[in-house]
T-cell receptor, first 111, second 113 residues
């Protein structure tokens, strides 16, 4: 079985500041991990994915995430926040079959 | 580009009505999924399908059924809609294999009165 925990349902940062969105997972098999972003009134789109290659994964829009097996974490970061990053972000894990999503983190950007 | 199309963006139905939500993908994906999205709960898997005429229950299948008669189409059916099924419904598809990411439609917001 697998599960995902996203720490913090709402994160607020200033424009230009570091963005850090936290995700911890559990999986009974080596996991495949994903981060998705959802803008208002839209479906989800893939930011990046980890599929057992490099542990540091780079995605779109300047985001990246690091897979840390010892910490069962896959935190999402961006060095400098932009107003257009305001959205909801979902971490997901795929175990043997299903893809399970976290409860989401809403990111707000202060001018 | 992969396109996943959900037939209705907004629906309003009455309690007890039968509701069909349609989803079509154009990339010959083997896998298709239905999720519902509620504030604070994230996305919860209702049903998924790995092949035509195949279906598997997800985490919250009660009150729902699905149909996959053709590879590109995956329908979600609410036999008798209830107010607690008011939600955003998201359809997704992916290639076979564990590494395949999901491609999502824009969602169908259902309100049951």
């Amino acid at each position: 079985a697998q599960s995902v925990t996203q720490l913090g349902s709402h994160v607020s940062v200033s424009e230009g500041a570091l963005v850090l969105l936290r995700c911890n997972y559990s999986s009974s098999v080596p996991p495949y991990l994903f981060w998705y972003v959802q803008y208002p009134n839209q479906g989800l789109q893939l930011l990046l994915k980890y599929t057992s290659a490099a542990t540091l994964v780079k995605g779109i829009n300047g985001f990246e995430a690091e897979f840390k097996k010892s910490e069962t974490s896959f935190h999402l970061t961006k060095p400098s926040a932009h107003m257009s990053d305001a959205a909801e972000y979902f971490c997901a894990v795929r175990g043997a079959s299903k893809i399970i999503f976290g409860s989401g983190t809403r990111l707000s950007i202060r001018p | 580009d992969v396109k996943v199309t959900q037939s209705s963006r907004y629906l309003v139905k009455r309690t007890g009505e039968k509701v069909f939500l349609e989803c079509v993908q154009d990339m010959d994906h083997e896998n298709m999924f239905w999720y519902r999205q509620d504030p604070g709960l994230g996305l919860r898997l209702i049903y998924f399908s790995y092949d035509v005429k195949m279906k598997e229950k997800g985490d919250i299948p009660e009150g729902y059924s699905v149909s996959r008669e053709k590879k590109e189409r995956f329908s979600l059916i609410l036999e008798s809609a209830s107010t607690n099924q008011t939600s955003m419904y998201l359809c997704a598809s992916s290639w076979g294999g564990r590494g395949g990411e999901l491609f999502f439609g824009e969602g169908s917001r259902l309100t049951v009165l």
